[in-house]
């Protein structure tokens, strides 16, 4: 018996035998192509694209029909990145340029794209680098290894596969063929992979880093994917184990599955809203299964993406309006664009140098501010769309105030600009501020009184209060949701918006994490926006707390002054739970 530990990102446990997915390694030829044959490599290359592209939407036929709206999504993300004249074009011109072979031009174009991803902040972007990367093999495959068969298509019922690495795609054709779960050598907590397989609901464990050198095929596998352990050839008495937990969580499971006409309410009377986070019109179903009572986030960075012009107000009044449609009278917050000074390599909307330091750079409001070209279309298309429902305006990383009152009256020039033009709008949108940066929670109190609601943005408040990169495996043990610096702005942040009578949301990952619900409900805070997979749990913690009992939890995990005190106290409080 061995365990290794990864990093659980899909719950769940999962005992079967394992599938080894091994991919041949591919090595790169390198050879000069004679002049008079140039233009046949071309055509190799143009296949080796054409085959990528069917396999991809043969895949896309292949989704299951209950699959969630993201499995179509990151295929058909895959699809336009195959398309991109970065993959698609600039290969063929360095063929014809260097008289090279397809593999090497796809390759430095490879290394190109991933020099250009390396120098963003923003884990969303970063992770369409694992999207191009996957895309690049794909080719590469086709060209190195044309009649390579697919391997997944031996992958019988039941089994468990371990993988170094693998697509979304993969993941979805894995699925097709009705597999247990899946452990990788590598990947991360946010990668699409791992956010596909919380919506498919398979346990899954990434970043094992030796998962494939010690599995054998058939070997008898456990894998606890909420805790992230891995255990090989298990004993007899931790197989009856696990299968007592297993009976425990498909209890449990039901339970919360009942929950989703029941309020979200605590025992002693306490109203918790539960709203769900969105990155594309498709996840509203999702949202709306779950029994979300409204959007508290809409990510509206994926609109700009993977296309060489950023999309015109038309286009967003349109995607705004479906969303807002769909949601059929329930609020939603379009969060406004949250790029980075990086975005302009994705062929994206604004140019301008790419900054140091991205993190602290030109993103976000900062970025819209200087570039009003692409900021106006964006907030003429929220004003307009809001007459189709209930929208709410999100600014992300604000930290000072002039930045909102430039906001506030680039939205009063914007509505006058509509009122004289004669077309309808919502005069009487709200506007919100994420509470994201250090010196925005420390001066929530001045922020508030000019806003209609607060967001609390745990990811990127952490990151900035800590110095710890989200996206940075070496410092990720730092951190911690629980630092008293942190629970001290979250309390000031949810104290500013009390006293200015403002509500006051969360909308970061810690929202959607149940290790925090209990704190977070004692702090104060009665607005958690999260991924729709995890609400009907938090519905559950919420129906059995009593707040005012929680609220008594949050006075002494403020008044500690031992880190593992706070942290017994917290977990403690959540002993309870299962699973
Ligand atoms: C956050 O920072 O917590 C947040 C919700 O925004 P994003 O993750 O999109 O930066
Ligand atoms: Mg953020």
Redesign the pocket.
Known sequence: MLALHGTGVSSGICIGKAYVLRRAQISVPEYNVPKPLVEKEVERFQQAIDYSRQQLERVHEHIPANAPAEAASFIETHILILADKLIADAPIENIRKHKRNAEWALSIQGQELGRIFEQMD???LRNRRTDVDQVVERVMRNLVMPQDVEQEESVEAGQIIVANDLTPADTVLLKHNRIKAFVTDLGGPISHTAILARSLGIPAIVSTHSATQYIRNGEELIVDGKRGVLIISPDKSVQKEYRKRQREIARLKKEIESLRKSKSVTIDGRQIHLLA?IELAADVKAAIKASAEGIG?Y?T?FLYMNRAQPPSEEEQFRAYRKVIKAMDGRPVTI?TL?LGADKQVDGGASAGPVTINPALGLRAVRLCLSDPGLFRPQLRAILRAAVHGSVKMMI?MLSSQSELVRVLELIEELKQELRQEGRPFDPDVLVGG?I?VPAAAVTADLFAPHLDFLS??????IQYTLAIDRVDDAVNYLYDPLHPSVLRLIATTINAGRAAGIPVAM???MAGDVRYTRLLIGLGLTEFSMHPATLLEIKKIVRESSAEELEELARAVMSTHDIRQLHELVDNANETRVG
């Open positions: 923003d884990p969303y986070n986030l990510r960075e969060r949250d992300p994420m994201e609390i943005g745990t990811n990127d408040l909308c970061g990952e």
